[in-house]
C-alpha cells in the first residue's frame, strides 16, 4: 500500500508500510514529537526517551500492513500503528515531525489506518488521546471521531514484592495454542467484538511481558497482560495493557484481585518502581477500588470512535487503547 496525497507548497506525501530499515528514523521521529509536545505541555525543554525497538518490532510483527511511515520528499516525516483486537481496531501513536504538523501528514496516516482497519474488517475503530490538549482534540473531532469514554491513568509504588497469589498461573509459549480459544471466548463476553489473542500472542512469543489467567472448575475466568519489556536502565515502569474477568461470575473482585496481585508481585521481582493502569472511568466502584489499593490518579486520556459503537460489560475490567 503506497497512498499519495498533496501537502501544503505542492509537495507530496507518500504513506508505505514500514520496513526495519526505518527503525531508527521512526524512533527519532517519535522522540522530537512527544518531546516538542511535553515542552509545550509542561513549559521548559523536556527530552522525551526513544521508544523501545522491542516494542516496534512487536507491532510490526503483529500487523506488518499496519505499521505505516509517512514521508516527504523521500524523509520520513511521522508514522502511525494499527492494532487489532478480533473485530476492534484502534490507532496509536500517532506521530509527526512538529514542523510538518500542518502539512496534512498527521490526515493521511489516520485516513491510511482507518482504511487498513476496515479493509480488515474491524466493525470498532477508535484511539485515545490525551484530554487535556485542545490540539489533539482538535484534530481527532474535525476527523469525525466521537469521545465516548474518559480513560483514567493511574499508577502505584512498588513497596516489596508481595506474595503469590492463589488462581492464577502464567501463560509460557507451550501453552499458548490451547489457550487462545478461552481468551477469545473471555474478550466476547466483555465486548462482543473483542478478543486479546493477538496481544497475547505477540506477548508471549516476543517477550514483551507476562500473561496471566485465572481459572475456576478449569474454565478461564480472568486475563491480565502486564508489558514489562523495557530494560531496567530504559524503565522502571511496567504498564498493565488488560486485566478483563468474566461479567457474569459473583466474584469478580477477587479474580480481579488476584490478578493484579500477580502483575504487581512481577513487577517487584523485575526491579520496577512503579506498576501504570489505564481504565474507563464510567465505574466509580473500579476508581475507589483501585484507590483502596494505593493507586493514585495522575492524568486522564479521552477514548473516541470514528465506527461501530463499544461498550464493556462488567465493572472489573481494565482495557487500553494507548500504543
Known sequence: ???????????????????????????????????????????????YPKRSERLIKAYMAADPDG???????GKIVGSAFCH???????????EVLPMNQNDGVGK?????????????????????????LPKNLHFYLSSKYSPISLILVMEKQM???????????????????????????????????????????????????????????????????????QRDEESRYSSIKAVIVDPERSDQEEIFDSLLDRCEQISSSMGKDHILVRLSAESPTL????????????????????????????IYQITSWAG
Open 1 to 47: 500500500m503506497n497512498i499519495l496525497s498533496r501537502a501544503n507548497k505542492n509537495r507530496e506525501i507518500t504513506i508505505r508500510p514500514m520496513v526495519i530499515d526505518d527503525m531508527e528514523q521512526v524512533r527519532d521521529v517519535g522522540q522530537i514529537a512527544w518531546s516538542d509536545l511535553a515542552t509545550q505541555d509542561i513549559g521548559r525543554r523536556f527530552r
Open 67 to 73: 505499521c505505516l511511515v509517512a514521508e516527504i520528499d
Open 84 to 94: 487489532i483486537w478480533g473485530n476492534v481496531g484502534w490507532i496509536g501513536p500517532l
Open 108 to 132: 493521511a496516516l489516520l485516513g491510511a489506518c482507518e482504511h487498513h482497519l476496515s479493509e480488515k474488517g474491524c466493525d470498532v475503530i477508535g484511539l485515545e488521546t490525551m484530554s487535556h
Open 159 to 229: 513497596m516489596s514484592k508481595g506474595t503469590h497469589p492463589h488462581f492464577t498461573e502464567e501463560i509460557d509459549i507451550s501453552h499458548l495454542e490451547h489457550t487462545l480459544g478461552d481468551i477469545a471466548r473471555l474478550g466476547r463476553s466483555i465486548s462482543p467484538s473483542l478478543d486479546y489473542s493477538s496481544e497475547v500472542k505477540i506477548t508471549v512469543e516476543r517477550r514483551m511481558g507476562h500473561v496471566l489467567v485465572s481459572k475456576r472448575e478449569g474454565k478461564v475466568v480472568g486475563l491480565a497482560i502486564l508489558h514489562t519489556y
Open 287 to 314: 476508581y475507589n477500588h483501585m484507590l483502596s489499593r494505593s493507586y493514585s490518579l495522575k492524568g486522564a486520556n479521552i477514548r473516541m470512535i470514528k465506527k461501530g459503537n463499544y461498550e464493556e460489560n462488567g
